[in-house]
């Protein structure tokens, strides 16, 4: 049985949330005691409270950059709500299969989710706070993630096999498309079933466009709100060659530029909005690699900032790295100014890179540091610690079948939460 959601649902909710500011999230008033515990929805033999409903659409603001405006909250209510009906269903399913997420592996992923926003984990907390989002509420969400991802490799991993031919074949293609475009993609999914109506999901995801192209982040978007594996990795979907993806994402794709957002598009699971980070041609520099030991630094800087103060931040870097030399002191450097994401990416091929930062790094001597680069995120500088041949053809197989094992992983989460949902006993009881 599910029941979907009401305008009083609505009224309840953005009544006792206030969440309005003119540029930033204001401190917020605590809800009434009555409306605190009032229960939002059950999920099964779980409840939803109102509080918990408030808690997850502040941090689902302040975690995306988007304006808490009373339009995006109510634009973004049921959506914040669906979610929280999917983790009440994924933690069940979870602990039936004896499934507990350890303190330590939350503590990880939440000193990770800091670095990724270049502060520590104690003021990430402590902006949360001053946001009016306690602790626990971004604990939850990442267990949950955390004991849902735990649950798909366990259950799936071992039915999920890539053929050496299959790998093959998209080696095969990727020498075959030699002068055809590829593009470096990032993604955000919206599902449309039967308790997320077409006009909901489409309103949805026309506000999410909307604030994404006035400056919030995409990956942060994609992190709160997309339905995707790939979710919490902003919605990075890597290289993809011209008719790898389904048709109508593939027309919209071969009309983008770089930097530029999608409109919605409407395929057989629900909504796509397509993120086109950068465009090249396959060629035999495509398809043969040198293996680079990449450090890098990024500040980030959205892609709507005004040129003076990206000038600013490329001045700045250029003065903070001038005489460093060696990864060494590179890294040394980035503790020094509060880095706290580990600069160290490990060995990458030069050309799963991006077209600017690859032609920067192919002529980057090793140990000296780049000039500043401008990318759709911000803008980094980098160092080459050191680069050996890739050997054979040069194609990274291993990248390869990871990628085609995470696309069948998607797939068989992507059908498990929707039988759990046709399965279950989902009730919203506000506005009775």
């Not at 006993?425 to 009775?432: H, N």
Request: hydrophobic residues 45%; glycine residues 8%; contains cysteine.
């Amino acid at each position: 049985m599910i029941r979907r959601l009401s305008a009083p649902i609505i009224a309840l909710v953005l009544a006792t949330t206030s969440l309005a500011a003119p540029s930033a999230m204001a401190q917020t008033r605590p809800a009434p005691a009555s409306a605190v515990g009032t229960i939002a929805a059950v999920v099964n033999d779980d409840a939803i409270t109102v509080a918990d409903l408030q808690m997850r659409l502040r941090l689902a603001l302040m975690s995306s950059g988007l304006p808490a405006t009373p339009e995006n909250q109510q634009r973004l209510l049921p959506q914040v709500l669906r979610l929280l009906i999917d983790e009440k269903l994924q933690g069940q399913e979870a602990k039936r299969a004896g499934i507990a997420v350890p303190a330590q592996d939350v503590d990880k992923a939440l000193a990770a989710i800091a670095g990724q926003n270049h502060m520590s984990t104690q003021q990430l907390f402590t902006m949360l706070k001053g946001t009016g989002v306690p602790q626990a509420a971004l604990e939850d969400q990442v267990r949950s993630q955390l004991a849902w991802r735990q649950l798909v490799q366990r259950r799936f991993v071992s039915q999920v096999e890539v053929s050496d031919t299959q790998v093959d074949e998209v080696v095969e293609r990727l020498k075959a498309n030699q002068g055809k475009p590829q593009y470096l993609v990032a993604s955000i999914f919206l599902a449309v079933d039967q308790d997320a109506g077409e006009a909901q999901v489409k309103t949805l995801a026309d506000r999410l466009v909307s604030e994404i192209r006035r400056g919030a982040p995409f990956p942060a978007v994609a992190r709160q709100f997309s339905q995707a594996a790939g979710a919490q990795t902003g919605g990075d979907m890597g290289w993809v060659l011209a008719g790898q993806l389904e048709p109508a994402l593939d027309q919209v794709l071969g009309t983008m530029q770089q930097g530029q957002v999608s409109d919605p598009i409407r395929t057989l699971g629900g909504y796509n909005i397509l993120l086109l980070r950068d465009k090249r041609t396959v060629n035999a520099a495509t398809a043969t690699g040198v293996k680079v030991r990449l450090n890098q630094i990024v500040v980030p800087v959205p892609a709507t900032a005004p040129a003076n103060r990206v000038q600013t931040v490329v001045a700045q870097m250029r003065n903070d790295f001038n005489g460093v030399n060696g990864c060494e002191a590179f890294r040394a450097k980035a503790k020094e100014l509060g880095v706290t994401a580990n600069p160290d990416l490990g060995d990458v091929l030069l050309s799963r890179l991006p077209d600017g930062m690859r032609q920067v790094a192919s002529a980057l001597p090793d140990g000296q540091v780049s000039t500043p680069i401008r990318g759709p995120d911000g803008v980094a500088v980098m160092m080459i610690c050191s680069r050996q041949d890739a050997g054979g053809d040069g194609v990274d197989r291993d990248q390869i079948r990871s990628g085609l094992a995470e696309q069948k992983l998607d797939m068989m989460q992507r059908r498990l939460l929707r039988d759990l949902r046709g399965n279950a006993y989902i009730d919203i009881r506000l506005g009775r």
